[in-house]
């Protein structure tokens, strides 16, 4: 018998954390934040089997595209204490 576990925690700028730091890793790329003007680097992490993204059918077509999606996402949530990803 198989059993499943699921962790689900908030990416917090107010922690420091980057929304485009947590998806480039996850991918395993390289992804510019236009927020803190930095790359952040995982293309030599292994053990990444997909990386799609799914959207919805109205969503725009550019946020097909990882960096512009979560750029997108950091720019819209403006406070220093904002709460950016699950």
């Given at each position: 018998?198989?059993?499943?576990?699921?962790?689900?925690?908030?990416?917090?700028?107010?922690?420091?954390q980057s929304a485009i730091a947590s998806a480039a890793?996850?991918?395993?790329?390289?992804?510019?934040?236009?927020?803190?003007?930095?790359?952040?680097?995982?293309?030599?992490?292994?053990?990444?089997i997909c990386s799609d993204i799914l959207l919805p059918?109205?969503?725009?077509?550019?946020?097909?595209?990882?960096?512009?999606?979560?750029?997108?996402?950091?720019?819209?949530?403006?406070?220093?204490?904002?709460?950016?990803?699950?």
């Amino acid at each position: 018998m198989a059993l499943f576990h699921l962790s689900v925690t908030q990416t917090k700028r107010s922690a420091g954390q980057s929304a485009i730091a947590s998806a480039a890793y996850r991918a395993g790329e390289r992804l510019y934040s236009e927020y803190y003007g930095e790359y952040s680097d995982y293309t030599h992490k292994g053990g990444v089997i997909c990386s799609d993204i799914l959207l919805p059918s109205h969503a725009p077509p550019e946020y097909a595209d990882r960096q512009t999606l979560w750029n997108a996402v950091e720019k819209a949530e403006r406070g220093k204490n904002a709460q950016l990803a699950y």
